[in-house]
């Protein structure tokens, strides 16, 4: 499986991208236009912020809306999965409550992340001949910025458990700022694993089921994964932005974007989380 990587400012761009989402559902985009030490930047709050103490990061649980806010370690499980992922995270948008360390970084990245998103998003309406994908996710309402911390751990004591097991994103498309360490991996159509490649700078976006829904599967949504690292003296951290169209979006006869939300939160956590009218 060949995920290319993309000089997002070249005269090819558009061709490129296509070609690799089309088949594979990931791309990898370099010279994007952000600062790569805003990135490292909010990646060093966040850190701080994770290695914390558990009291202090259990005050941005957030009680009202449960989709918000702080997730403790093996608060979620992928669909199917046997044990909890080894990791905590925490959820953020524009008006929500936020950590004042890591605010003015991760305000302007999710800021810079929408500008390339819509970008990107514009591309994939040239082939999609489905509707205004870019349109529909201007200031959506579920669009949401995941701060992702995976601990050093010793791995043996859990051998079932896996920082990210094997899941389809829900959303229209995932921008994923280059973590601070490999480990992604994405599965072809017959069930072989290749690692998405890490590049310095650069981000990573693949497409999500509702864009594959509202694509009419003209766009594909790829399973991937986030492995386990040889060492147990290996943390990571990484920060995606889900791109969500707006709630009252149609994604096909009878399925609204928020319908379609409602039932896949459900099957991870049990329960309906933070809805939104």
């Known amino acids: 499986m060949d995920v290319k990587v993309v000089n997002f400012r070249s005269n090819t761009v558009e061709q490129d991208l296509l070609d690799s989402v089309q088949n594979t559902g990931f791309v990898v985009i370099t010279r994007h236009g952000i600062d790569e030490g805003l990135i490292r930047e909010a990646q060093s709050a966040w850190k701080s912020f994770f290695l914390g103490s558990e009291v202090s990061k259990r005050l941005w649980a957030n009680p009202i809306d449960t989709n918000m806010g702080y997730k403790g370690m093996k608060s979620e499980k992928a669909v199917g999965a046997k044990v909890p992922d080894l990791k905590e995270y925490f959820h953020w948008q524009p008006g929500k409550p936020i950590p004042d360390l890591a605010y003015s970084p991760t305000a302007k990245l999710f800021g810079q992340l929408s500008d390339i998103s819509s970008q990107v998003l ?13 349109e529909s996710c201007e ?129 991870i956590h049990g329960h309906v989380m933070g809805a939104k009218k």
Do not use: C
Request: proline residues 5%.
């Open 122 to 134: 514009g591309i994939l309406e040239k082939r999609g001949n489905r509707g205004d994908y870019r």
């Open 139 to 267: 200031d959506s309402d579920n669009t949401i910025l995941r701060s992702l911390y995976y601990p050093a751990l010793d791995f043996s004591q859990e051998p079932d458990a896996v920082r990210a097991a094997a899941h389809e994103d829900i959303n229209h498309i995932t921008l994923l700022v280059a973590a601070t360490s490999a480990g992604l991996e994405v599965k072809d159509a017959k069930g072989n694993w290749f690692q998405v490649p890490h590049e310095e700078n650069s981000i990573v976006v693949n497409i999500g089921d509702m864009l594959q829904l509202a694509s009419g599967g003209n766009y594909r949504s790829t399973t991937h994964r986030v492995v386990n690292p040889n060492s147990d003296r290996s943390d990571r951290l990484s920060m995606p932005l889900f791109v969500h169209p707006r709630s009252s979006t149609l994604l096909a006869p009878g399925i609204t974007a928020q319908d379609y939300l409602n039932q896949r939160i459900a099957e």
